[in-house]
């Protein structure tokens, strides 16, 4: 980067000897030639045509203005949790000032190179391992902060610092590989858990869901089975209501339906009887249970006194002012 010129007036960068042995000076692109004129700075020469004085204008440094990367030797750091570390990396930078790179600073690039590892030790030991391997770009950019804060006056600018490698010590590195795999383990074991929990809570949902629907359809059943029953016994009641009105008008309004009547008790007590000889249960039967006719005849009565007493409480509601009638014949007639 910086070449001086000796006491045979040259200065020597690459395989070019520019001589102040000439007026004109033709300056490449991408460099700054830094002339002294007896000795003391006169000025920076610009990519271009250049006029020289000769025997007191000398080309005393010549800076490329291109961006340089420098290899950073591997060097040990410790972390904040003390683990030792070897790490190397890559320096870019370039020249922003060729008046302060030439001046400011004896060997600008291996200056900047010690500021880099030293920048770099210093933010290690700020961070854990977990976080350097973690955040390497905060680290890299941590340190070209750092070197430019330092470099300002060296007139060199730090485009970007880039770390390479870091090897931690073989016990910390099987420690990692023993510490993923227990990660992976764990993680593993949880899935498996959350797949039979998922699977024990798809059995009970299912299940749930089967005992509601049973119970619904069980419900449903015995609706419809107490609906059936429910107008089973209504149709019933209807039938035996109009059994019963069929027959009221039977007797009522045909010729000789009380004697109907009659002949009907009779058989049916007789049947009802003869079928106490077939049981064996024990019975207590009136002093003239064997007198048949006497117990048809005394149904007939009481069935003919409460006929007679309807049929006057009829009459009192369809003659309303015939004022308070006398019953007493009633029971005179029912005897």
């Known amino acids: 980067m910086d070449t001086q010129v000796g006491a045979a007036d040259s200065v020597v960068h690459g395989d070019r000897f520019p001589s102040t042995r000439y007026v004109i000076k033709f300056v490449p692109q991408q460099e700054a030639w830094i002339v002294e004129r007896m000795g003391r700075f006169s000025r920076v020469l610009v990519p271009g045509l250049q006029i020289l004085m000769p025997f007191l204008d000398r080309v005393r440094y010549v800076k490329s203005l291109k961006e340089v990367a420098i290899e950073i030797p591997s060097q040990s750091a410790i972390t904040q949790d003390n683990v030792t570390l070897d790490l190397d990396g890559v320096l870019y930078f370039r020249v922003v000032d060729p008046y302060k790179a030439s001046y400011g600073v004896e060997d600008a690039e291996f200056s900047v190179a010690q500021l880099a590892q030293t920048t770099m030790r210093a933010e290690i030991g700020q961070m854990t391992l977990d976080r350097t391997l973690a955040e390497r770009a905060h680290l890299n950019a941590n340190i070209v902060e750092a070197i430019n804060t330092a470099a300002a006056d060296w007139g060199i600018q730090c485009l970007r610092y880039e770390i390479r490698d870091i090897h931690p010590p073989a016990k910390v590195v099987e420690s990692m590989h023993q510490q993923v795999s227990a990660e992976r383990t764990k993680r593993a074991q949880i899935l498996d858990s959350e797949g039979s929990r998922q699977a024990a809570i798809n059995v009970a949902e299912g299940h749930k869901q089967s005992t509601i629907l049973q119970s619904e359809a069980d419900k449903a059943e015995q609706i419809n089975r107490a609906t059936g029953e429910a107008e089973a016994i209504l149709l ?25 009547v009659s002949l009907t008790v009779a058989d049916k007590y007789v049947e009802a009887f003869a079928q106490l000889a077939k049981e064996s249960n024990t019975l207590i039967l009136p002093a003239n249970a064997s007198d048949a006719s006497s117990m048809v005849a005394q149904a007939l009565t009481i069935y003919d006194g409460i006929t007679k007493r309807r049929n006057v409480s009829a009459d009192q509601t369809l003659s309303p002012g015939s004022g308070s009638p006398s019953v007493s014949s009633t029971p005179n007639n029912s005897q």
């Open 236 to 260: 019933r009641a209807q039938a035996s209501a109009e059994g019963i009105r069929r027959i009221a008008d039977a007797i009522t309004n045909s010729p000789g339906g009380h004697h109907a």
